[in-house]
């Protein structure tokens, strides 16, 4: 069974018409990440939640927005999105101990700005 | 700051033979991990290993095993008895920890494509 799961798998959005992207988790990690990923690049993180604190990347445009209202759910809104910002969104989770703690990935959503 | 390089932008290799994806890694921090991931063509990142910095031994998780040589600053994936279902894309990652926050982020390489040929 998958343990955290995206929402939709694909996405079309048009140029500057607000999108939200939607993840869930059945782990009750602590831990949620948003990645853009590019096509044929690394994945990149935009930002991540502990518990309810937010943490952003320094290079995350103002445009990426994100919203944790329990532990099981994060939203990555994209309050105007351009050509640029078509990709792999992908969501992860971990927990917040010391050891292998891999994260763990959903399905990924790609998003496609026409 | 950590950074994770992979060299190889993409590989063959024959079905039922053994291939080695290449990985070297910076860090400051004595205390790191290294892991890598699979991502087939639907886009998911599959856990494959992991390989923390204090372990004394290579990691292995049934076909895939970690060379870690911690003083080249190398954790290379090394994939036996190939499979035409191991076409994918192979990321090696390393988990930093953030003091700000208390927890950890994972910094990915730029991935090696492997094909396997029947």
């Known amino acids: 069974d998958a343990m955290v799961i995206q929402n939709p798998r694909y996405q079309v959005t048009q140029f500057g018409k607000p999108v939200t992207l939607s993840c869930s988790q059945t782990l009750n990690h602590n831990v949620m990440y948003w990645y853009q990923q590019k096509s044929s690049q690394a994945p990149k993180l935009l930002f991540h939640y502990y518990d309810k604190d937010f943490n952003n990347e320094a290079d995350t445009p103002d445009n990426f927005q994100s919203r944790r209202p329990n532990t099981s759910f994060c939203f990555l809104d994209i309050r105007s999105p351009g050509l640029g910002d078509a990709a792999m969104y992908l969501c992860?989770?971990?927990?917040?101990?010391?050891?292998?703690?891999?994260?763990?990935f959903g399905q990924g959503t790609r998003l496609t700005v026409v | 700051a950590q950074k994770i390089t992979q060299t190889q932008p993409g590989m063959f290799v024959q079905e039922k033979e053994a291939v080695t994806l290449d990985c070297t890694y910076d860090?400051?921090?004595?205390?790191?991990?290294l892991f890598w991931y699979k991502q087939p063509s639907s886009g998911e990142m599959i856990f494959l290993i992991y390989?923390?910095?204090?372990?004394?031994q290579n990691a292995t998780e049934g076909r895939y095993s970690l060379n870690f040589q911690k003083a080249r600053k190398s954790a290379n994936l090394v994939i036996s008895a190939s499979q035409l279902g191991d076409s994918a894309m192979y990321f090696c990652a390393m988990r930093e920890g953030l003091k700000a926050s208390g927890t950890y982020k994972y910094i990915f390489g730029t991935g090696t494509r492997l094909k396997v040929l029947a």
């Open positions: 992860a989770t971990s927990r917040d101990l010391a050891g292998s703690g891999e994260a763990f």
């Open positions: 860090t400051s921090d004595p205390s790191y991990g």
């Open positions: 390989q923390g910095s204090y372990d004394q």
